[in-house]
């Protein structure tokens, strides 16, 4: 094996390396989850409101989801470098930030699914 190769192979207990912690990597995919839950919770707020829905109408032609997907965007790229910041040396459970990440992101979609919105209490 050439040693390119063997530099981008993750190193391994077994070889007495250390590996990496994976607090980077939970950072991200945690801050997917609340991305797509704060793109669920503005959907249905700008939905509820006609106030807040003109606030986030920032691009005419696209209405309050120019500003909702803005904010979402926000909170997402907020949650990465907040949590990256905090776990870059940690270990932290992968399946457990994974799982928390999925229903955060199934919630979000919910939310922005039309009718499931039309449940909810406002318009």
């Known amino acids: 094996m050439s040693t390119a190769a063997q530099q981008s192979r993750p190193s391994s207990p077994a070889s ?3 590996t990496p912690p ?7 995919i945690l801050a997917t989850g609340i991305g797509c839950f704060a793109l669920g919770v503005l959907t249905v707020l700008a939905r509820a409101s006609q106030t807040l829905a003109a606030a986030l109408t920032w691009f005419a032609p696209t209405g309050p989801l120019s500003g909702v997907t803005s904010l979402a965007i ?3 790229l907020l949650a990465w470098v907040g949590l990256a910041g905090l ?4 270990d ?6 994974t799982a928390v990440a999925l229903v955060l992101l ?6 922005t699914f039309p009718p499931f919105a039309a449940w909810l209490p406002g318009k």
């Open 22 to 28: 994976v607090g980077p990597v939970a950072a991200a």
């Open 106 to 111: 199934a919630v979000g979609f919910l939310l």
């Open 92 to 97: 932290v459970p992968i399946g457990r930030t």
């Open 16 to 18: 007495g390396q250390q």
């Open 87 to 90: 776990w870059r040396r940690r």
């Open 74 to 76: 926000l909170f997402w």
